[in-house]
């Protein structure tokens, strides 16, 4: 198994959407990622419930040069996951340890969000003529129920210490976990689909509350990055913040 960030995931037994290894295992309603075929580094994502309408929804992708063959052959299939949708975005800290959680967001993607802005008959006559996309073009600021914090905080401490077995020596500074909370039995749960080892793609973090409770005003990553490296150039420790 490759050691990427599902590996890791499962390392640090943090729940994810089950994979489901082949097409033909298809089921019910799975998300299919898929790399695009002029932008390689963002993926396009289609659904599909069962292995005929993954066929089908594949070729016509194909035919209109929105994927390639190659690109489908190492797709990643996973189930489907509902649930509100959070990026949380932490600092981890080797200088004390501590692992700082700046901000929560939330995406805004083309041309997704304004078909959901739509009542669901001029949904159903938009996509007469159109595909969805999920390209992020933009981010919210957002928060959580406070009570669901400790379940946050446990999934970022987990991948921490994972990082620091498997890649030494491990995270330094910024990572968000891209997660969906699913509800079942009144039971809320957090479910990661995506870890992103680098800065947020949000500079509206600072503007959530999270910043404040530890610093008693909002700091951006760009910022909280500057006080690491001042702090680790005082202690003389210069080396444990870089690579």
């Known amino acids: 198994m490759d050691r990427n960030q599902y590996f890791l995931l499962e390392e640090a037994r943090i729940d994810t959407p089950r994979r489901i290894p082949t097409p033909d295992r298809i089921t019910k309603l799975c998300i299919v990622k898929v790399s695009e075929a002029k932008r390689t580094y963002e993926r396009a994502f289609f659904l599909a419930n069962s292995y005929e309408d993954y066929v089908?929804?594949?070729?016509?992708?194909?035919?209109?040069?929105?994927?390639?063959?190659?690109?489908?052959?190492?797709?990643?299939?996973?189930?489907?996951?509902?649930?509100?949708?959070?990026?949380?975005?932490?600092?981890?800290?080797?200088?004390?340890?501590?692992?700082?959680?700046?901000?929560?967001?939330?995406?805004?993607?083309?041309?997704?969000?304004?078909?959901?802005?739509?009542?669901?008959?001029?949904?159903?006559?938009?996509?007469?003529?159109?595909?969805?996309?999920?390209?992020?073009?933009?981010?919210?600021?957002?928060?959580?129920?406070?009570?669901?914090?400790?379940?946050?905080?446990?999934?970022g401490e987990r991948m921490v210490e994972v990082c620091k077995h498997e890649y030494k020596p491990g995270i330094i500074g910024p990572f968000a976990l891209q997660c969906a909370i699913t509800e079942e039995d009144g039971e809320e749960e957090l479910v990661v689909f995506d870890v992103s080892f680098r800065m947020p793609g949000s500079p509206g973090t600072r503007f959530t509350p999270y910043p404040s409770y530890l610093f008693r005003e909002n700091i951006s990553f760009g910022r909280r990055i500057a006080m690491e490296i001042k702090e680790a150039e005082k202690q003389k420790m210069m080396d444990a913040v870089t690579t």
Do not use: C
């Open 56 to 155: 089908q929804k594949s070729q016509k992708l194909i035919g209109d040069g929105i994927i390639t063959r190659t690109g489908l052959e190492s797709a990643r299939i996973e189930q489907f996951v509902v649930g509100a949708q959070f990026n949380f975005n932490f600092f981890y800290s080797p200088l004390n340890g501590e692992l700082e959680l700046l901000g929560i967001d939330t995406r805004r993607q083309t041309n997704l969000d304004g078909l959901l802005h739509m009542t669901a008959d001029v949904q159903l006559e938009a996509l007469k003529s159109m595909r969805t996309s999920n390209i992020e073009i933009g981010h919210l600021a957002s928060t959580i129920r406070e009570s669901f914090l400790e379940e946050v905080f446990k999934a």
